[in-house]
């Protein structure tokens, strides 16, 4: 028996948005270890051949540590199975992917990744805001907000321009608003903040920059959160009616780009 592993990205965590590939890889898995953020409720009919183990963090419980996660691959393939490592979105972003492929190396076990939806993509799609936009935005930035961002990065940040993207931000949002506007950009810039994307109880909070701490407050924005600064905020179109102003001044906009363009 030859035993490997399989890194597959679960996307954002609606079992609609895995790959031909997740669903082929779980298929064959004789053991999947999988993240809070993946789509694990669906696992039992997906996996049907595998034992199920949580790895990620429950309330009451600690996640298992990252190297208990590497040496649990590398054992279940010394053993002959087929281990599937199931995570939140693409393992390669911001996902500690990188370290489980050397793990995997390291001790000689085959190991493939198959990619998936990041939710620095997905999450803001759900909420109807497209990362770029003719005439609005022609480059992002993905982040982690795990830790707050140094001076330098800021102020890069502020004058790079485009759409930034924020994952496991909720904790640094202050740092993050008032260390862009800091470093200059300007307060009216709008702000998303989508919970839970692709979920049923996805929320989008939107504001300002010199707003939206306090708008995050007063709703008591929580984690998983994809945060999005940047004027295609403007073009969301999920309906909240939270977003209603905001949706009306991202019309406005998007119509004078559009005439801009056209008189150009
Ligand atoms: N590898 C993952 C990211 C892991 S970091 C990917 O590519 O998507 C975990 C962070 O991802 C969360 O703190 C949150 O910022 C974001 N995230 C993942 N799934 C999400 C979801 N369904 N809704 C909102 N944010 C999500």
């Not at 300002?208 to 984690?223: E, K, N, Q, R």
């Not at 309906?239 to 363009?261: C, I, K, N, P, W």
Request: hydrophobic residues 50%; glycine residues 14%.
């Amino acid at each position: 028996m030859s035993g490997r592993v399989t890194l597959v990205g679960g996307g954002p965590g609606d079992a609609d948005l895995l790959t031909i590939a997740a669903v082929r890889a779980l298929a064959t898995a004789d053991v999947v270890l999988y993240d809070r953020l993946a789509p694990h409720e669906a696992l039992a009919d997906l996996a049907p051949g595998a034992d199920l183990v949580d790895v990620g963090k429950r309330p009451g419980h600690h996640a298992l540590p990252q190297s208990g996660i590497e040496a649990l691959l590398v054992e279940h393939a010394r053993a002959g199975r087929h281990a599937v490592r199931l995570k939140g979105g693409d393992p390669y972003v911001l996902g500690r992917g990188g370290e489980e492929v050397l793990a995997c190396r390291r001790a000689g076990v085959p190991v493939a990744v198959v990619p998936g939806i990041t939710s620095a993509i997905a999450v803001p799609a759900a909420a109807g805001i497209p990362l770029t936009h003719r005439g609005v935005s022609h480059l992002f930035t993905v982040v982690s907000g795990h830790a707050p961002l140094t001076e330098d990065e800021l102020r890069h940040l502020a004058q790079l321009g485009g759409t930034l993207v924020v994952l496991m931000g909720v904790g640094t949002l202050p740092m993050l608003a008032s260390g862009l506007a800091r470093h200059g950009l300007v307060p009216s810039t709008p702000v998303a903040i989508i919970e839970r994307g692709h979920r049923p109880d996805q929320r989008t909070t939107i504001a300002d920059l010199g707003g939206i701490v306090t708008a995050a407050g007063v709703v008591g924005v929580a984690s998983p959160a994809v945060v999005v600064v940047g004027e295609v905020v403007r073009l969301a179109h999920d309906g909240d009616r939270s977003a209603a102003g905001t949706m009306a001044r991202a019309a406005a906009l998007a119509e004078a780009a559009v005439l801009a363009e056209a008189g150009a």
